[in-house]
């Protein structure tokens, strides 16, 4: 059975940091690109970072470059998304999904979905 699981979302206070857990099983997360989105409160959901399977690069959105890492452990078929300085309009739903090999940022372009974590930054 495909699924993927995440989990590392909270509450956190402006300028802390979170690290945010992506599990996949019955298929193999090294095989994929992998994006991370986000959804704010009335907000569409906008892809903010993604590992590229097609030239083995990592990108982020403006509004977290510098501030987010993508990795990947491929051991425990988990990817992470640690987030560090983290403002209070960081605060959404996050998302991370597996697409096909040449999977951007765009929700479309992938197949399979974790269930989402909320992300609370606030003092």
């Known amino acids: 059975q495909v699924q993927v699981v995440q989990s590392g979302g909270g509450l956190v206070q402006p300028g802390g940091s979170l690290r945010l857990s992506c599990t996949a099983s019955?298929?193999?997360?090294?095989?994929?690109?992998i994006g991370w989105f986000r959804q704010a409160p009335g907000k569409e959901r906008e892809g903010i970072s993604c590992?590229?399977?097609?030239?083995?690069?990592?990108y982020y959105s403006d509004s977290v470059k510098g501030r987010f890492t993508i990795s990947r452990d491929n051991a425990k078929n988990t990817v992470y998304l640690q987030m560090n300085s983290l403002k209070p309009e960081d605060t959404a739903v996050y998302y991370c999904?597996?697409?096909?090999?040449?999977?951007?940022?765009?929700?479309?372009?992938?197949?399979?979905w974790g269930q989402g974590t909320q992300v609370t930054v606030s003092s």
């Open positions: 999904a597996a697409g096909g090999r040449f999977a951007t940022m765009w929700a479309y372009e992938y197949e399979h």
């Open positions: 590992y590229s399977l097609r030239d083995d690069m990592s």
């Open positions: 019955g298929f193999t997360l090294e095989n994929h690109s």
